[in-house]
């Protein structure tokens, strides 16, 4: 089954907690701190599998969850970072964010990575607080929650040649006759559902890929017959090969066909209508086919035609050859269209931001509600059974200013304050 389409939950591993520990040594009095940070929650990583030609495995596994990190241990002892979560994909995988629709990456590259879920960092131990004012402080912090999100996954199948053109006129027969491929041939429109993939020898020492996309109709590029579903794979083609029934079987007119199908090609834009060209005049072994050929020649006379029969395999060897020629003579970088800014990157580059996101104070129903995401994260990492550890909290929101805008807010004595899922009482 071939599925192009898939969304899936990933979620990074949360950081492993630190823990208050001291020396207990014999002949060591007041020790001091001896509490170790908790390990790196893994990363989960997509990366490409170039012996995979579908997402059907995301269709049986929607969840993602990597490993959390070892929590700390006594005598200083760090716990261990966890593993990171290798999930494959095929090449030509594109992977955005559910919720706002922003690219994260483009893979193409056999094993390209992407980091699609950062681990949380482990939570310090006691010895990491220790100060001259506070040698032996009663204080930890909790790992770092995981990144999470949910990602659509959408695969645009990688091929050299891509054939297009309207249903039934021979896209199939022609694969099947140039590739050791088999689709599915029937004399009913929209036998092919699904694009399929053969690779042509040309008998030089040279090959290529070859793609048979299903059948187009007008009106494909808002969606008609599917269409948006199919244009998006014609997008990592380096040559289009437009079939056109040349013997104008079932009343078609093949200038008018050509037409309709490159406006298509136009509408949906991507850069499909300045895409390398050719035109194969198929089912030339039909009477009328030579006829409509002059009249299609005519209406286009700069358009690239090369007569073919793929039931007959006339013309087919010129044609192998002569898309051979063009696809030697393509910059390599063309075989690919890029899609955001650091796609040739291998993985994706996390950088601290120094800056503190700001705060925000809100008044819902009887509580005043602080969005920030780093005091949000701060409370997740927070011990509040730890006497040092809500006095530490209560110096940075102090420190934040978030007390003073609470303040300015109407915020009062015993008022409800929430930060992320935690509420406490305001107290002056």
């Known amino acids: 089954m071939f599925v192009d389409t898939a969304k899936v939950y990933v979620k990074g591993g949360d950081g492993g907690n630190g823990i208050v520990s001291y020396r207990r040594e014999k002949f060591v009095p007041l020790g001091g701190p001896a509490g170790g940070d908790g390990g790196r929650g893994g990363d989960v990583v997509f990366v490409v599998d170039p012996g995979l030609r579908t997402l059907i495995d995301f269709r049986y596994q929607k969840h993602f969850k990597a490993e959390r990190g070892q929590h700390g241990k006594p005598k200083n002892q ?12 095929p090449p030509g995988t594109v992977v955005k964010d559910a919720d706002s629709a922003e690219v994260l990456g483009d893979l193409v590259h056999p094993e390209q990575r992407l980091v699609v879920a950062k681990g949380g960092r482990g939570g310090h131990g006691n010895s990491f607080f220790a100060t001259s004012v506070n040698p032996a402080p ?21 091929a050299d040649v891509g054939l297009v053109g309207f249903p039934s006129v021979g896209k199939s027969t022609l694969l099947s006759t140039i590739s050791a491929a088999r689709p599915r041939i029937a004399d009913y429109h929209f036998t092919t559902l699904n694009p399929e993939l053969g690779v042509v020898d040309t008998g030089d020492g040279r090959s290529f890929v070859v793609a048979d996309l299903p059948g187009l109709i007008e009106g494909a590029h808002e969606g008609h017959g599917l269409g948006q579903e199919f244009l998006r794979h014609i997008q990592r083609t380096r040559i289009i090969a437009h079939v056109v029934d040349m013997a104008a079987v079932e009343g078609r007119n093949p200038v008018q066909d050509y037409r309709v199908i490159r406006d298509e090609l136009t509408a949906y834009g991507h850069g499909l209508d300045e895409r390398l060209e050719v035109v ?8 009328q086919a030579v006829e409509h050929l002059q009249l299609f020649q005519r209406a286009y006379p700069n358009l690239n035609v ?47 931001n120094p800056k503190s996101t700001p705060v925000e104070i809100r008044r819902i129903d009887q509580r005043f509600v602080v969005v920030s995401t780093d005091l949000e994260r701060l409370v997740k990492m927070t011990n509040f059974n730890q006497y040092d550890a809500v ?16 303040r300015k807010h109407g915020a009062k004595e015993g008022d409800l304050i929430r930060i992320g899922d935690f509420e406490f009482e305001f107290v002056e």
């Open 78 to 89: 760090y716990g261990k970072c966890a593993s990171d979560l290798v999930v494959k994909v």
């Open 280 to 287: 194969l005049a198929n089912k030339m072994d039909l009477p």
């Open 138 to 158: 009663e204080l930890s912090e909790r790992g770092e929650p995981g990144e999470e999100r949910t990602v659509l996954l959408e695969l645009r199948i990688l």
């Open 391 to 406: 006095r530490r909290f209560q110096a940075i929101l102090s420190h934040r200013g978030v007390d003073e805008a609470l």
């Open 306 to 352: 090369f007569p073919v029969s793929g039931i007959q395999k006339n013309g087919l060897q010129k044609l192998i050859l002569a898309l051979a020629d063009h696809l030697d003579a393509m910059p390599q970088q063309v075989r690919i269209e890029v899609i955001g800014e650091n796609d040739a990157a291998t993985h994706k580059v996390y950088r601290a």
